[in-house]
């Protein structure tokens, strides 16, 4: 059921903002859009069918620490 109101409320915003974009001719807004809302797609498909999704904020985190050399020390 889960899956079915992700695929539903998807295909809804889809209709809604892919026509416009369209018809302006907007293709690299189109590209972009495109990709994010398939990976968000995806993310929510995962989650509505129990797949451990790890949590993008560790990623950040290590981003900052191991990367930036940034470290965030609670006072």
């Known amino acids: 059921m889960k899956l079915i109101m992700i695929i539903i409320s998807f295909s809804g915003i889809a209709m809604l903002d ?3 974009m369209v018809k ?3 293709w690299r807004d189109l590209a972009i859009y495109s990709i994010l809302f398939l990976l ?3 993310l929510g498909v995962a989650v509505a069918l129990d797949i451990n999704v790890p949590s993008p904020i560790k990623a ?3 981003f900052y620490r191991d990367i930036l050399g940034l470290s965030f020390k609670i006072s």
Do not use: G, H, T
């Open 18 to 20: 892919l026509p416009n």
């Open 24 to 26: 302006r001719k907007r």
């Open 40 to 42: 968000v797609l995806a």
């Open 60 to 62: 950040i985190q290590a």
